[in-house]
């Protein structure tokens, strides 16, 4: 069994500042770990995956993810926050590293202020 | 622009009525994946068709079907449709079969709602 726990379903930062967006996951095997980004109106965009190799994983438009095992964390940041961040932002685990085994968070809505 | 089109954007429809949903996948890519994002039940995988032949299948209720054809474009096929059935269908590509070392394409989705 796998799950994804996304903590805060809303997050405000101002513009310039650290981004850190909240993942923890669950898996009975070696995950393979996601964070896709979804801008309004739009699908989903994959942003990084974690697929056992390096557990600092860089992404696109600046984000990164690091893998910690001993806290069953994939948590996303980025050092300063842009306005064209604000979007919504989705974590997911797969056990066996299928697109189709992917389980998904609920997803945590990015604000950035001015 | 990932490359990946859906028709149509909108669909509004009534409970009991059948709908069809398609999916052009990128140029090349040959494995085709179907989501549904709700407000009850978040983002779930539907199934998966890969060069034609279905590969995998979630959490797809048995009023739902789907199929791909010969030139890879895909359809979901809903019927029986009820309120629950309102969401935002997506559909995805990638290459081959869908291992986590290659890279999944969304299209932008079709925005159901049944009244």
């Known amino acids: 069994a796998q799950s994804v726990t996304q903590l805060g379903s809303h997050v405000s930062v101002s513009e310039g500042a650290l981004v850190l967006l909240r993942c923890n996951y669950s898996?009975?095997?070696?995950?393979?770990l996601f964070w896709y980004v979804q801008y309004p109106n739009q699908g989903l965009q994959l942003l990084l995956k974690?697929?056992?190799?390096?557990?600092l994983v860089k992404g696109i438009n600046g984000f990164e993810a690091e893998f910690k095992k001993s806290e069953t964390s994939f948590h996303l940041t980025k050092p300063s926050a842009h306005m064209s961040d604000a979007a919504e932002y989705f974590c997911?685990?797969?056990?066996?590293?299928?697109?189709?085994?992917?389980?998904f968070g609920i997803g945590t809505k990015l604000q950035v202020i001015p | 622009d990932s490359g990946v089109t859906q028709t149509p954007k909108h669909l509004i429809t009534a409970t009991g009525q059948r709908v069809t949903l398609r999916c052009s996948p990128r140029?090349?890519?040959?494995?085709v994946y179907w989501y549904q994002q709700s407000l009850d039940q978040g983002l779930q995988f539907l199934i998966q068709?890969?060069?034609?032949?279905?590969?995998a299948k979630g959490n797809i209720l048995e009023r739902f079907s789907a199929q791909q054809f010969p030139d890879l474009h895909s359809e979901l096929n809903l019927s029986s449709l009820e309120l629950g059935d309102s969401a935002l269908y997506f559909c995805?590509?990638?290459?081959?079969?869908?291992?986590?070392?290659?890279?999944?394409?969304f299209g932008p989705g079709t925005r159901l709602l049944v009244l």
């Open positions: 898996s009975s095997v070696p995950p393979y």
């Open positions: 140029s090349g890519d040959l494995s």
């Open positions: 995805a590509s990638s290459v081959t079969s869908g291992g986590a070392e290659e890279t999944q394409y």
């Open positions: 997911a685990v797969s056990g066996d590293g299928g697109y189709q085994k992917v389980t």
């Open positions: 974690y697929t056992s190799a390096a557990t």
């Open positions: 068709y890969y060069n034609g032949e279905e590969r």
